[in-house]
């Protein structure tokens, strides 16, 4: 027998009227502003217009008469009608007003809120038409005990999934280990953990036992934030003292930000062991993408190796190494040195500023060179910094970085060898005015104030011919920008050498 229709119930009453005029407020207002709900919502509509199409065709069947059926579809129709109406609830509340407020709510609540309130309206039109409830609770507690006790292991899936989802404690996008898997968590679902591996690979662990053992979230910090110590070693040849080693790769590794490695704290190095022919170092950094680690690894390690090149200390070698010389390795050797000489000597004639000296003086200055090898992305000065040396860079690529406070960093000029960079910090003493970033991996001699203060006391007069140089070079450079005329020009230029000259007399002491 189908249930009786209510007797207040009418096809097209005004409460229908003011029901169907808040759902289609709702649902365009849920359109415009949830769009990543928008198949969901449409669907929605349309299950809500065949609930309408319903009662028409309820209409149809009372005027027959018939009844039974009229009965029977006025219930379906009442059915469909609130499981759209509560779904779009569902939908405006939590994909809508919650995220508003910055709250997420976890996708099990969202699955059992909508669980529950299905039940709640099945049990509320099971009232309206008088239907006795109390069979189908009976009977249905009985068939929760036998499925109970023939799936409490998929029960335990379920409740463990809403236990992981409503304390968070694992959440889509964090990096575990379980046992001896390692991921990121994709999906936490009723039944189980998703996790996507490194290699592609989907490793699903029941709900349930995750919950009866440990996992480590890596990385995971208690603001939310993503930040895991890991340990570079290295291996430096006992000659070399630590606090030498320490202060090189300190400040390789802190001159320029790294990617993926956090400001704070910073990166250092330390002692971590004593070995027989060598002392082991570590670099402690802290890593804020987890999928980043062996890239950053890499260039961790290249700052340290490019650092301690410049250095001059050598990473260890085998102590049961043994050395030959012949004297076909002596020639070898002699003529290595000679080549390592010329290019010296080459990269000093291609800087302008030192057009005006002897060879011999090239020659000594040549002796002092210091090979300074920097790795792509590496500042091989700093903005700010007062380091009294000049770079000559012989092979690669490099940007000039200028930053203004208030303002971000911008990129002013390209460098390409034969170029050189940092006079101003030699011949001076005035902080750097640029940052110089490598762009490829760069060679560069360096020349210290030390080496230079020899030539310009033998022969004083060479702060006036190199100030000449520079102030040709830097007015030329301001005229190309600001369109000075000749004669400003040349004003500028007599001014600026003035200026220069006596800033290099006092800073090397000639005065």
Request: hydrophobic share 45%; glycine share 6%.
């Amino acid at each position: 027998m189908a249930p009786s229709l209510p007797p207040e119930m009418s096809i097209l009453d005004q409460e229908a009227l003011l029901q169907l005029a808040g759902f289609v407020v709702v649902a365009f207002t849920a359109l415009a502003f949830v769009r990543k709900e928008r198949r969901h919502i449409t669907a929605l509509i349309l299950l809500y217009a065949f609930s309408v199409l319903l009662r028409g065709a309820e209409f149809v069947f009372l005027s027959v008469p018939m009844h039974s059926i009229a009965n029977t579809v006025h219930f379906l129709a009442l059915l469909f009608q609130g499981i759209a109406i509560l779904n779009l609830l569902a939908v405006f509340f939590f994909e809508g007003l919650l995220r508003v407020v910055r709250l997420e709510a976890p996708r099990i609540l969202k699955q059992l809120a909508r669980t529950l309130l299905l039940l709640v309206l099945v049990m509320y039109l099971f009232s309206r038409y008088r239907v006795d409830v109390s069979g189908i609770v009976a009977t249905s507690a009985v068939i929760t005990a036998v499925i109970g006790f023939s799936l409490q292991d998929t029960l335990v899936n379920v409740m463990g999934g809403i236990a992981l989802q409503l304390d968070r404690s694992i959440e889509p996008g964090d990096w575990v280990q379980f046992g001896e898997h390692s991921g990121k968590v994709q999906e936490i679902s009723w039944r189980s953990v998703s996790i996507l591996k490194r290699n592609g690979d989907t490793v699903v662990i029941p709900n349930g036992l995750l919950m009866k053992n440990f996992a480590l979230l890596r990385g995971k910090q208690p603001d939310g934030s993503m930040k895991e110590r890991r340990w570079i070693y290295f291996n430096v040849d006992m000659r070399a003292t630590p606090a030498s080693v320490i202060d090189a790769v300190n400040t390789a590794l802190t001159r320029e930000p790294m990617p993926y490695v956090a400001l704070e704290p910073a990166p250092r190095a330390l002692v971590t062991d004593f070995r027989d022919s060598w002392i082991q170092y570590g670099v402690q950094y802290w890593l804020t993408d987890i999928a980043q680690d062996d890239p950053t690894d890499s260039i961790v390690r290249a700052r340290i190796f490019y650092s301690l090149k410049r250095a001059g200390i050598p990473m260890s070698i085998p102590a049961a190494t043994i050395f030959t010389e012949a004297s076909d390795d002596m020639d070898k050797r002699q003529r290595h040195s000679e080549r390592d000489r010329q290019a010296r000597i080459r990269a000093l004639e291609s800087v302008p500023l030192f057009a005006s000296l002897t060879s011999e003086e090239r020659e000594y200055l040549a002796d002092g060179l210091i090979y300074a090898p920097f790795a792509p992305g590496e500042a091989m000065v700093v903005q700010g910094y007062a380091v009294h040396h000049l770079y000559i860079m012989s092979r690669g690529e490099a940007i000039v970085r200028v930053a203004v406070e208030g303002a971000e960093p911008r990129i002013v000029t390209r460098m390409t060898s034969p170029d050189f960079f940092g006079e101003m910090g030699m011949l001076t003493g005035e902080p750097r005015r640029a940052t110089v970033l490598a762009v490829t991996e760069v060679d560069c001699w360096r020349l210290e104030k030390e080496r230079f203060q020899q030539v310009m006391t033998t022969r004083p007069e060479l702060a006036s011919e190199i100030s000449a140089i520079l102030a040709t070079r830097t007015v030329n450079l301001l005229a190309a920008k600001e369109g000075l005329s000749e004669e400003a020009r040349l004003r500028r230029i007599n001014a600026e050498h003035g200026s220069l000259t006596e800033k290099i007399r006092v800073f090397f002491g000639l005065t």
